[in-house]
C-alpha cells in the first residue's frame, strides 16, 4: 500500500509529468489506484436543489479496467473531475490499470472531520481488500486533514 498525500497545488502543465513520476516507481501488474479528492459542492451540477444538509456527498469515476463495484453511485454528466485525480485517472485508463477515483463534494473549502467520515466506506472496503486489521480510526482521519491548501487530494 502507497499512500501519496499532496498538499500543495500542482500546475496544470505539470500534472502529466507528475503523473509519471510517480507511477514509474510502481509495478503496474495488478495495480489498484483508489483516489480521495474533495470539490466545492458549489462545482456540483444538478437540475435538482441541493440543500445544505445533502452535503458532504460521495460521486466516483473509474477506469475500464476497474472490475469491482464503487461505494457510491458515479458522477453524472455534465460533471468532470479535473487536475490531479483526472491526471491519475487519465494514466490510469491509458495503462490499464485498475483505478477509481471518489470525489467529496462538500461545503467548506478543505477537508475536515465530516470530509473524512464521508471517506469511511471506502476506507473500509479498502481495509478488506488488503486485509488490514481494522479500518482508519477517526484520530487518523484527522491526521490527514491538518492541510487546508487550494488543491487537497489523498492518493492511495
Not at 479528492?37 to 479496467?65: C, G, M
Not at 483526472?86 to 494514466?91: D, E, I, K, T
Not at 488490514?132 to 486533514?145: E, K, M, N, T, W
Request: aromatic share 8%; with cysteine; net charge negative.
Amino acid at each position: 500500500v502507497l499512500i501519496c498525500h499532496v498538499t500543495c497545488y500542482i500546475a496544470e502543465d505539470q500534472l502529466f509529468q507528475w503523473t509519471e513520476k510517480v507511477f514509474d516507481c510502481l509495478q503496474s501488474r495488478e495495480l489498484t489506484v483508489t483516489v480521495l479528492s474533495d470539490r466545492s459542492v458549489a462545482d456540483y451540477k444538478t437540475a435538482e436543489y441541493l440543500s445544505s444538509s445533502s452535503a458532504p456527498f460521495l460521486r466516483s469515476l473509474h477506469s475500464s479496467a476497474f472490475s469491482d463495484q464503487p461505494v457510491c453511485q458515479s458522477l453524472e454528466q455534465p460533471n468532470i473531475i479535473t487536475g490531479l485525480p483526472a491526471a491519475v485517472l487519465n494514466h490510469c485508463q491509458v495503462n490499464r490499470i485498475a483505478a477509481v477515483v471518489y470525489h467529496c463534494y462538500n461545503d467548506v473549502s478543505g477537508p475536515d472531520s465530516v470530509t473524512m467520515e464521508t471517506y469511511r466506506p471506502v476506507l473500509r472496503k479498502l481495509g478488506r481488500s488488503i486485509q488490514a486489521d481494522c479500518s482508519p480510526s477517526a484520530d487518523v482521519l484527522r491526521r490527514f486533514v491538518r492541510s487546508s491548501e487550494i488543491q487537497s487530494n489523498l492518493y492511495i
